[in-house]
């Protein structure tokens, strides 16, 4: 099974400004025959299911505002939020949808200092 | 608008059986695979599985094959999850979700809980 590694278990940002949450995998999710990266990133708040933000590692689902962004390739990830609001209080995943079992990040909790 | 809808979760002791169900609209039910996942108390998500459009192929996670059944009835638009011979680590709040490659769409999910 594939192991996605997040960093850091947890983080604390002030209003407005960047949070960075990086994932690891332990074995390329990089397809080679069409270049795509099967990962996706997700946020979950309490007592809701996650919610999907990015896939193809940096692809934004429609309605997620544009200072959510994705980035990497092969082995190593970023989320980016360019400059954090009250409502990015959450929870994030990293998924890797490369091969099953689809496994899932540790999660990285986001909170405002 | 993509709704699903689980149902069946509940208190079940160990060695016990379950079925869980989902109930998709918004969406052609039988044009896309589908997903279980879980996720236990204070944890990260658990993909468990999924299916084909027309349920031929199935894969699991290796702590739940040969314990739970993925199915699915197009007809009624439909997805399942029997499980049986549940543990006290199964407990958690299982989804339902649509594939499109990952999981995009997601139900509120069924709280499972194996205990004596």
């Known amino acids: 099974d594939i192991v996605m590694t997040q960093s850091p278990d947890s983080l604390a940002v002030s209003l407005g400004e960047r949070a960075s949450i990086n994932c690891k995998s332990s074995q390329s999710v990089l397809f080679s025959s069409n270049s795509k990266n099967y990962f996706a990133w997700y946020q979950q708040k309490p007592g809701q299911p996650p919610k999907l933000l990015i896939y193809w590692a940096s692809t934004r689902e429609s309605g997620v505002p544009d200072r959510f962004s994705g980035s990497g390739s092969g082995t190593d990830f970023t989320l980016t939020i360019s400059s954090l609001q009250a409502e990015d209080v959450a929870v994030y995943y990293c998924q890797q949808y490369y091969s099953p079992p689809h496994t899932f990040g540790q999660g990285t909790k986001l909170e405002i200092k | 608008e993509v709704q699903l809808v689980e149902s069946g979760g509940g208190l079940v002791q160990p060695g016990g059986s379950l079925r869980l169900s989902c109930a998709a609209s918004?969406?052609?039910?039988?044009?896309?695979?589908m997903i279980w996942v879980r996720q236990a108390p204070g944890k990260g998500p658990e993909w468990v599985g999924n299916?084909?459009?027309?349920?031929?192929?199935?894969y699991y996670v290796d702590s739940v094959k040969g314990r739970f059944t993925i199915s699915r009835d197009n007809a009624k638009n439909s997805l399942y999850l029997q499980m049986n011979s549940l543990r006290a680590e199964d407990t958690g709040v299982y989804y339902c979700?649509?594939?499109?490659?990952?999981?995009?769409?997601w139900g509120q999910g069924t709280l499972v809980t194996v205990s004596s």
């Open positions: 299916t084909n459009q027309d349920g031929t192929e199935k």
């Open positions: 979700a649509r594939d499109g490659g990952f999981p995009d769409y």
């Open positions: 918004g969406f052609t039910f039988s044009s896309y695979w």
